[in-house]
């Protein structure tokens, strides 16, 4: 695993163009095995999980054209043979919802028993198999693998999830598309990333209706088309980079062509201090010389900041808020709804000066605006805790250290280039 070296105290100041959301391109890319016709994709990051993709994509028999420079990837499937064999990469949790498009050309694909992801707590696949099995699959457990077999009973199918998992909900819809007939699911996952992997299928060809709500209905045996798609900018991305003004009290401005997704992430910078405009499709913070937690008109609660499925804060935003708890002088409680295991790495920030007590598994205070000093951290495989440590790093005077940092390469190819752009000395030590 790479380490950063982080020479902090500067402001940060300047223009990005952030990449595409990983979690919408992964899907897509996913997606994409339920068509022969030829599909562009723009704006394609050059990540770590794209890397794997396109690779297993290669091994299947597709003709796959990845320009890295200039961000396309060219892909046409109906170059894969009919007796190809698919086993899934293991390393990505995204691999999970390559099984329907597999199903569907070759009746059968097999995956790991242990899928990777960000160390984020348990992360059951029990509601994709469901999923699978109400489109008619069957699954069973061979050595370490789990198999997926198309039965040939492929029919329309309705599903109440228990909570709005983001992929469980992208499997169905892009497993609905391989059924024929109407099938619906409530309690569906809304995100910004869930909504555009519908757009590219609706420009493929298929029928969706109630994207962006929890109630989804997908037509199914749609005929799929040549398209040419380009990704939109990564609202996490966007985020980041506004909460990097914020902590080191700079003044940056991001591309960002969808504000209607800030309306809540803006009211949370708000509860530092920190006032976020929209433009002319860029977002800006001019950032305040010192954060101060706002304090609530109820003044005997403590501020704070609840993640959660959306039209929560995301719980992937949630390390940059914290980040910016450290800095802010007041307490705050993060509350992380979604992963137990998503707050246990609050006590390297310890090692930086900072003051933070754990409630129990899911909630978080933090008591900001302590001195704080540089550092060497230990990154937990997540990808925004790596950031939200790089974060405050590049908020203190002096040089830190964060190992195993790897994980922000999962998701954002230029991060470190950009910082570096907006006046704050990163480099990897590999």
């Known amino acids: 695993m790479a380490s950063l070296r982080v020479r902090g105290g500067q402001k940060l100041v300047g223009r990005i163009d952030p990449s595409a959301n990983k979690n919408a391109v992964l899907p897509v890319l996913c997606a994409t095995l339920l068509s022969d016709a030829p599909i562009m994709l723009r704006n394609v990051p050059e990540i770590t999980d794209v890397t794997r993709i396109h690779a297993f994509f290669s091994e299947l028999g597709s ?201 809540l992430i803006d009211r949370t910078f708000e509860k530092f201090g920190a006032h976020v405009e929209h433009k002319d499709g860029w977002s800006r913070l001019d950032a305040p010389e010192q954060l101060v937690v706002q304090q609530n008109f109820t003044s005997h609660l403590t501020t704070k900041v609840e993640a959660a499925p959306w039209p929560y804060i995301p719980a992937d935003l949630l390390p940059i808020f914290i980040a910016l708890g450290v800095k802010a002088k007041g307490q705050t409680m993060f509350w992380n709804k979604v992963y137990e295991g998503g707050l246990t790495w609050h006590t390297e920030l310890s090692l930086f000066g900072a003051h933070t007590l754990l409630c129990d598994p899911h909630r978080l205070i933090t008591f900001g605006g302590d001195k704080l000093v540089p550092a060497t951290v230990t990154s937990p495989y997540i990808i925004r805790v790596a950031i939200a440590m790089l974060m405050v790093a590049a908020s203190i005077d002096g040089e830190s250290t964060i190992l195993d940092a790897d994980p922000i390469r999962r998701a954002h190819p230029n991060f470190v280039d950009n910082i570096d752009s907006l006046g704050v000395n990163v480099s990897w030590d590999d």
Not at 74 to 88: F, G, Q, W, Y
Not at 125 to 146: L, N
């Open 63 to 263: 003709t796959v054209d990845w320009d890295k420079a200039a961000k396309t990837l060219r892909i046409d499937h109906s170059t894969i043979p009919s007796n190809a064999k698919a086993k899934l990469p293991q390393a990505m949790r995204a691999s999970i919802m390559m099984i329907p498009g597999l199903l569907t050309r070759l009746g059968e694909a097999r995956l790991e028993h242990e899928v990777k992801g960000c160390t984020l707590g348990a992360r059951e696949i029990d509601p994709h198999v469901q999923v699978f099995k109400a489109f008619g699959a069957e699954t069973s457990y061979e050595g370490k693998d789990i198999v997926f077999r198309n039965t040939g009973k492929v029919e329309s199918a309705r599903m109440w999830l228990e909570y709005a998992s983001v992929t469980t909900t992208e499997n169905f819809i892009i497993s609905a598309l391989t059924a024929k007939g109407t099938s619906q699911i409530v309690n569906a996952a809304c995100e910004p990333h869930v909504q555009e992997m519908c757009t590219f299928l609706e420009q493929m060809g298929a029928t969706i209706r109630g994207k962006g709500t929890s109630m989804v209905s997908i037509e199914g045996g749609a005929t799929f088309n040549e398209v040419d798609y380009t990704f939109v900018e990564d609202f996490h991305e966007v985020a980041t980079f506004m909460a990097l003004a914020a902590v080191t009290g700079g003044d940056i401005s991001v591309r960002n062509t969808r504000p209607e997704d800030f309306m």
